[in-house]
């Protein structure tokens, strides 16, 4: 795809973010136009908004159905478009007893809701936000956490990088232990806190330099992910390989540098 320019949406809520410095990143690399927008939400009408309120996830072990949102649910999502922040007043992946209290959307229906901003297919649209998005695994029946959905509008989750790729197994163990003590998590995470990403974490517009990398060479070459790890395409798994192609390595390998000097 032949794009002219990209518009890079905000997530206001996470203070983590240096949206000027993603914004000099992406001028940097690419001859593209680009621009930037206020947070995505804000513009959503009414049926906008009861389209995402529907797209919750309410049971992780069957594929998407839309959830049939009631009143409440719809006014919260409503304030929630309007202010971002009030994610931070749900329960967390890590406080939840039960998985399905954490606030879930399907990613593709929530893609197939932001299609409407393709109007002109010379922009490619990248949307952050710090709603979790999941995607339907078919292989072991259940909904996994992303931190990315490669498309047009492409949507990066910031509660995704956080919670999709895995934390070293010593923390959950602790943490586990912890709990189970009626104690908070808070000495696991002291301890571990180098070793993967915190919400508003410093190292988060780093990290998202490579997330969009990876949602702007799908839309152009239709290949989004790199098997190497020393590659900032590399679709991550687990935290410390996050950490390191992202932070460590913090560059391309050869094969994609060379397709980025192609493409200026």
Known sequence: MNFK?????????????????????????????IEIQENIFKKFSVENINQLANSRITDIKNSFSKHKSNNMEIEFEKKLCQDS???????????????NQVFMYDGFELQRILRYLNKDNSILHIILTNRLICTFDENDERYHARAVICSNPGIVSTTGIIEAPAKPKEYYFE??????????????KEKYKDKFLEYNDKRLT????????????YNITGESFCEDIQC???????QKDLLFSQIEINKLCKKHSEILSNLN
């Not at 949406?9 to 593209?32: C, M, R, T, V, W």
């Not at 943490?175 to 000495?187: C, H, R, V, W």
């Not at 780093?206 to 060479?217: A, P």
């Not at 900032?232 to 687990?238: D, G, I």
């Open 5 to 33: 320019k990209i518009i890079l949406y905000k997530e206001p809520a996470i203070s983590g973010i240096d949206i000027k410095q993603l914004g000099k990143f992406l001028e940097y690399n690419f001859s593209f136009k």
């Open 85 to 99: 922040s009030l994610m931070n007043t749900t329960i967390k992946v890590e406080d939840a007893e039960e998985i």
């Open 175 to 188: 943490a586990m232990s912890l709990k189970s003590q009626g104690l908070g998590i808070e000495p696991a």
């Open 206 to 217: 780093k990290i998202l330099e490579g997330y969009i990398l990876q949602i702007i060479f």
């Open 232 to 238: 900032r395409l590399n679709n991550a798994h687990w």
